[in-house]
Structure formats: structure tokens, C-alpha cells
């Protein structure tokens, strides 16, 4: 009587593993937009990527937590930067350029602002994605309360500095790739 329990949690743990299997052949099938003939013009995300946000009438659906993306903000940053605000916000563009957006972490450490601008990749369906190879952007600020990106024609120029104080600047560093999601 005792190995009944057992033997059904076994069978219900073997039907589950039997349907991850199935799933994961499944999805390896098609490309993750179920679309083997992208539209044309469309930016598609490597399977690498991973999916952050998903517009829907004006509103941006995070399909990776907010909980999520600051804990890996706080990961990239690797130096006690506390990440204690995360959001993506489209990049002021010209006319006729397409839209883009970055996901952006904001927090301190030491008592100083921190922030790191990584930008999206359209996947379609107003999907946007983290590329691995995405540039990323840093800012670490000196007697400043808080720094901006500046932009031109959407990308990623300079900083402002929130004060005017003789001294006070925020630094810029641009990387090559980034590392948000790897595990160290």
C-alpha cells in the first residue's frame, strides 16, 4: 500500500516529462514566430534572443518579469549597483526612421546613479527582443542626481547631467555586446 503513492507520482512525473519532450520537438519545427516566411522588413530575433516586451495598444506587456530583468541588471552591472527601476522606452527617431526601443535598468550604488541602455530588436507583432550581440550602454554619474541618454535618430550619443554644478558629469561607457541574461 505504501508504493501505490510512489508508483502514481512516478507515472505522473514520466507524462510530464514525455510532454516537454514533445513540446520542445514541436517548437524546433518552426521558427518562434510560427512563420517560416517573415514579412518583409522584418527584423527576426536569433533563437538566442530573448522576448522582453509586447505591445498592445499602446501598452507594453513584459513577457520577462520586471523582477527578472532587475536581477539581471544587477548581474551585468557585477559592482553593487542596485537596480530598483527597469523599463523600456522608445528612442526619440526622425521622421520616417523606424521606431526603436531600449530596455533600460536604472539604479545606484554608493550612493551614485547607475544605468545601462541595452537596445531591442523588432521580432514582429510589435514583439521586441534582447539580442546577446546588442550594444550596451552605461552611465555611472559623478555629483549628479541622475543622468539622461541623449539620443539622435535613434541611437545613443551622449549624457546629460541632471545638475549644473561645476565638476558634476555623468560618464558614458559603450560595450560591444552584453551580458544580461549570461550566468557567471
Known sequence: MIYIPRLLGLGL????????????????????FGSPNPIEGEVIAKPESRQIVHFTDSTAEYTTSRSELATAFIRAFGDG?????????????????????????????????????LPLTGGGDNTYYLRPSAESYTITSSGCTSCFFNFENGRIVGTTCSE?????????????????????
Open 13 to 32: 512525473l514520466s507524462l510530464l516529462v514525455l510532454l516537454v519532450i514533445s513540446c520542445d520537438t514541436a517548437r524546433r519545427t518552426t521558427n518562434e
Open 81 to 117: 549597483t542596485v537596480v530598483d527601476k527597469v523599463q523600456v522606452r522608445k528612442a526619440p527617431v526622425g521622421s520616417g526612421e523606424p521606431v526603436k526601443y531600449y530596455l533600460i535598468g536604472m539604479g545606484l550604488r554608493s550612493g551614485s546613479f547607475r544605468a545601462m541602455a
Open 164 to 184: 549644473s554644478s561645476p565638476g558634476s558629469h555623468c560618464d558614458l561607457k559603450v560595450g560591444k555586446t552584453n551580458n544580461l541574461f549570461t550566468r557567471r
